[in-house]
């Protein structure tokens, strides 16, 4: 699995052509929650006071994710912001602070962030979330920001989000520990599909 990234750490992040030149930076990342992929970023200009472009970057464009840049073949990949920003999943995929539930009916926290694989997949993998009593009670969990996997039966209505009920066995108080957390999660899914 690739390095996992949280979205909000995009921000900011400058967008480089393979041939080393910086055309912009990340302003927000865009995503179809349901089928669980980036679809592009917006951008802004490169430097303190750059506003907004009217170009974007759909994922289609992306040679590859990483913790510093996202790497495009060359400029012409930016595409008019409609492209992006424009599509159905746009309007669809806002999750943040959205209520957390179970395909079970039980609330366990709020989205705060978007976890991403890094590469070239821009699968999303989990979600932070600011744990609710459901899933800190009973448990050691001082800490009330958690990370759980998506799962494959993801809804997402803007006010909720739904995971599988066995997602929160595998929660984890941190982003490197969850990256294992995941692995585990896929391949419990999988043993129970055959």
Not at 2 to 25: C, D, F, H, I, K
Not at 59 to 67: F, M, R, T
Request: proline residues 4%; hydrophobic residues 45%; positive net charge.
């Amino acid at each position: 699995m690739n390095e996992l990234l949280a979205a909000r750490s995009l921000t900011t992040l400058p967008v480089v052509t393979l041939g080393g030149e910086a055309v912009a930076q990340v302003k927000d990342t865009v995503f179809d929650a349901a089928a669980g992929r980036i679809t592009g970023f917006t951008l802004s200009g490169r430097g303190l006071l750059s506003g907004p472009l009217k170009q974007s970057l759909p994922w289609s464009a992306v040679h590859a994710l990483g913790p510093h840049a996202v790497m495009i073949r060359d400029a012409l990949a930016l595409q008019d912001t409609s492209v992006v920003v424009a599509r159905r999943e746009a309007q669809q995929g806002r999750v943040l602070h959205a209520k957390v539930l179970t395909d079970e009916g039980a609330e366990v926290g709020t989205v705060l962030d978007v976890i991403v694989e890094g590469g070239a997949s821009g699968r999303v993998v989990g979600f932070r979330i600011a744990a609710g009593k459901a899933l800190v009670q009973g448990s050691r969990r001082r800490r009330h920001r958690v990370y759980v996997p998506r799962g494959e039966t993801l809804a997402v209505s803007g006010r909720a989000l739904v995971i599988p009920a066995d997602a929160i066995r595998y929660v984890a108080d941190d982003l490197p520990a969850f990256a294992s957390r995941v692995g585990a999660f896929r391949a419990g899914r999988e043993g129970t599909a055959s």
